[in-house]
């Protein structure tokens, strides 16, 4: 039966068509990025070429080259007057940049730029101390007592796993320069929130069609008043939850399958996720676990998946209760505002206030800092799957209470 | 007209109203709220705000040269008295600070680590934000809306892809010398509102409109009233309560908005013109409107959107079958319309940003599409297969 219901939604050809719109939409939000993509993609042959870490023999060989290039700088220019590459990239009038082909100077300089970066990588993670952020997020958020007790353990904690990251040498795997390129922010935070938006329209839409469909098609007499009758809204759910996870993977999939074709990771995949490079902010990205990109994205989509689900799961109940699809998708819409609207009204010194996080809307909200320490709010290691885990427990609980009472129900 | 009623009332369904607003309360919360509770937003914002009402009052909505003069004896006042509080100050005798001139170059020179520079940076922020002194951020308002007085019309304009527009903004500098006073961070906090009531109204519409036609097809009751004596008329009986309807959710809405509005107090600058010496020459307009014109225009611009919302919406809920495919179709258009909001026909309308044939197109664009739109189906509803 469930194939017969799912049936309903992959022979809808506007969905199919909405999956495509989005990924339009997204396709052209990569557009933006494109002029940088020559020198986004430069990072593969220097990975290629050096190895995967930024280590000291790296950058030993990284150096050497680069002198070279200071030579052959030099030799375009009256004097032998640089000191130094930087004073020649800085130079901004100087002469042998015309003379010279582009791409070979783009390459200098960020090769320059990664060699830098690299040898910074080692001081910055020994000064780096996140227990004194402590009292500036304290204050931000405007947190007393127990709550601004949490923030300081938590921050103890982050201090135990930053250290196991520098001494792991996670922080020296070679990725896009983040200052400069912004690769995390892109993809994560600008492609991933709406994509994540894109996916929850999907979802709501086709879930409550799905489960609606005998009372909107004016077939629910006939239907649940048969043997097998109530138990089909067990197999609508079934088949909501299953075609909300092939669209959510079917749309992720594509987007990340063009975004991906777009910029050369070929190199980088199994690069650690809490590298110094990528930093963009005066805090780097630090994941709880050793996590390379490549599982750090594999995470990411499953999680995406699993939040979709949830989405899917609200749905149906609102469906069982509301029987019209139009008033689930305007209620849906509401929970959504309710569940972004909660966690501001909870005081800055319970605890409560970080218990107001665990919930999949506010979650969807900060894909970029999901599996990090980065995001004050959230910096519980396990903060994704408690809620995923909590409001699924809770939602199955509440569904199969709603299958139980639906089988007794009147249905006229 | 009997008709005409019941369908109105069936447009103000109970439940759907309900959730219309919910949502709007929580839109208001999350993209409104902020511009009007946070509204002139910390200090010199403050005291600029204070200064440009006092310019008003003094020299009405244009300030000439010789009001210029005046203005800065007023800056000059102000920089004595902050020279008063210095004198009497323990910390600035100590660093032989007399007067704001000497304070302000002190603090901007110091070099970082001698102990000198850590003196005043103590001073700074006792000044500025332990004890908040007045004056001091008065002199900060001052000091920038004199700067950008002098340096109205001094644009640096290169790029030649724009050279009508840049054209114009000569042109305007010279026919009005830019005297108008109307603060940037009025026009911009203006322009977010009303962007984000733009964009409320035509969802709201979508969401409401979206149930005109469907519901009655769903129930089988199209076969009814299309053989009754009425028939296919009612077609436009429920296009007229859909039309009625949408002029009375805009109005409501806009009227709640500019109740909200009266509270950032700005009518002091209704009838200053849009060529004012503190926005950038992108921001000027191609029409020489005051900013109260200015409203009325995005006023305007906000029932034609409705209109054309609830007409895109309308003819959307009489040719599908189903809430999901109405809702499916509904998604794609509402972006739509709200990309064109907020990147032309409520953000800056009618100013330098893009040619002046950019907003005609697209505004006609929208009229002549939606009308073509509602025209086509009119007439294949004479024809139509009602089973």
């Known amino acids: 039966m469930i194939k017969y219901e799912m049936k309903k939604v ?108 690299g040898s910074q990588a080692d001081a910055f993670y020994r000064e780096l101390d996140f227990t004194t952020f402590s009292s500036s997020v304290i204050q931000q958020h405007g947190l007393s007592g127990g709550a601004a007790d949490t923030v300081r353990s938590q921050f103890k904690k982050i201090e135990g796993r930053k250290q196991e990251v520098a001494a792991n040498d996670e922080h020296l795997a070679f990725f896009f320069h983040g200052l400069t390129f912004k690769m995390h922010t892109f993809l994560f935070k600008e492609i991933g929130l709406i994509l994540l938006f894109e996916v929850m329209a999907l979802v709501v839409l086709l879930s409550a069609y799905v489960s609606t469909y005998e009372f909107e098609q ?130 800055g010194h319970s605890p409560l206030i970080f218990a107001a996080q665990f919930s999949p809307f506010i979650l969807m909200l900060n894909p ?22 909590s409001w699924g427990i809770g939602l199955g609980g509440l569904s199969l209470f709603r299958l139980h009472r639906f089988k007794y129900q009147a249905i006229s | 007209m009997s008709v005409f009623l019941h369908e109105f009332k069936k447009l103000w369904n109970p439940k759907v109203l309900l959730a219309v607003l919910l949502i709007s309360l929580f839109f208001y919360e999350f993209f409104l709220s902020f511009h009007i509770e946070y509204f002139p937003n910390g200090r010199p914002a403050l005291d600029m705000q204070q200064i440009y009402a006092e310019m008003i009052e003094d020299y009405g909505h244009e300030m000439d040269e010789t009001e210029f003069k005046d203005f ?14 210095l004198q009497n100050n323990d910390t ?33 922020a006792e000044i500025m934000f332990d004890k908040d002194i007045d004056v001091f951020w008065e002199i900060q308002g001052f000091k920038t809306v004199q700067s950008h007085y002098n340096r109205r019309g001094q644009w640096n304009i290169k790029d030649t892809k724009y050279s009508s527009a840049q054209k114009k903004a000569e042109q305007i500098y010279k026919e009005t010398d830019l005297q108008s006073i109307l603060p940037f961070q009025i026009y911009e906090n203006y322009k977010n509102l009303i962007q984000y009531t733009g964009i409320l109204i035509v969802i709201v519409i979508f969401i409401v409109i979206g149930r005109l036609y469907l519901p009655d097809q769903k129930k089988g ?51 200053s013109e849009l060529s004012s010496f503190s926005f950038g020459w992108p921001l000027l307009s191609w029409y020489d409107f005051t900013f109260l014109e200015y409203i009325g225009v995005t006023v305007a611009i906000i029932y034609t959107l409705a209109f054309c919302t609830a007409v895109i919406s309308a003819m959307i809920s009489r040719m599908v079958s189903s809430y999901m495919v109405l809702v499916g179709l509904q998604i794609p258009a509402a972006i739509l319309l709200i990309l064109l909001i907020s990147s032309f026909l409520l953000v800056y309308v009618f100013s330098l940003t893009n040619a002046l044939w950019v907003y005609w197109v697209i505004l006609v664009g929208l009229i002549a599409g939606s009308g073509g739109f509602l025209f086509f189906r009119s007439r294949r509803e004479q024809r139509v297969d009602i089973t």
């Open chain 2, 92 to 124: 600035a005798q100590e660093l032989g600070v007399t007067s704001y001139e000497e304070y302000r170059k002190l603090y901007n020179e110091a070099e970082n680590g001698i102990d000198v520079h850590e003196k005043i940076d103590k001073l700074h």
């Open chain 2, 221 to 271: 009751l199209l076969q009814l009233q299309y053989t009754s004596k009425m028939g296919r008329g009612l077609f436009w009986s429920k296009f007229s309560a859909g039309l009625m309807t949408t002029f009375l959710l805009t109005t409501m809405y806009l009227g709640v908005f500019f109740l909200l509005y009266s509270k950032n107090d700005t009518s002091m600058f209704w009838s």
């Open chain 1, 218 to 347: 004016r077939t629910d007499l006939v239907v649940f008043s048969t043997k097998r009758g109530r138990k089909l809204m067990r197999d609508k759910l079934a088949a909501s939850l299953c075609s909300a996870g092939i669209f959510a993977g079917g749309l992720t999939g594509l987007t990340l399958l063009v975004y991906f074709i777009l910029f050369d990771y070929s190199q980088l995949w199994h690069s650690s996720f809490s590298n110094y490079f990528m930093r963009e902010t005066p805090v780097p990205y630090i994941s709880w676990w050793n996590l390379s990109f490549i599982e750090y994205v594999g995470l990411f989509v499953a999680l995406v998946i699993a939040v979709q689900l949830i989405f899917s799961a609200i749905s149906w109940l609102l469906s069982i209760w509301l029987k019209n699809s139009y008033l689930v998708y305007l209620a849906f819409a509401v929970v959504l505002g309710l569940f972004l609207w909660i966690p501001g009204l909870v005081p």
């Open chain 1, 368 to 389: 970029h800092a999901w599996f990090t320490v980065n995001n004050p709010m959230t910096m519980f290691s396990y903060y994704e799957l408690m809620t995923i885990l």
């Open chain 1, 10 to 117: 992959f022979q809808s050809p506007l969905l199919l068509g909405l999956l495509l719109f989005f990924t339009s939409i997204n396709v052209l939000l990569m557009a933006d990025h494109i002029p940088s993509r020559g020198s986004v993609n430069v990072l593969s042959d220097i990975v290629g070429t050096y190895g995967e870490k930024a280590t000291e023999e790296t950058l030993h060989s990284m150096e050497s080259d680069l002198q070279e290039g200071l030579v052959w700088s030099n030799s375009h220019v009256e004097g032998e007057r640089y000191q130094s590459l930087n004073e020649a990239l800085n130079d901004s009038d100087a002469p042998w940049k015309e003379s010279i082909p582009q791409k070979r100077y783009e390459q200098l300089q960020i090769l320059h730029l990664y060699s830098q970066t």
């Open chain 2, 72 to 85: 800065q004896k007023k800056l000059e006042a102000a920089k004595e008295e902050a020279g008063v509080y």
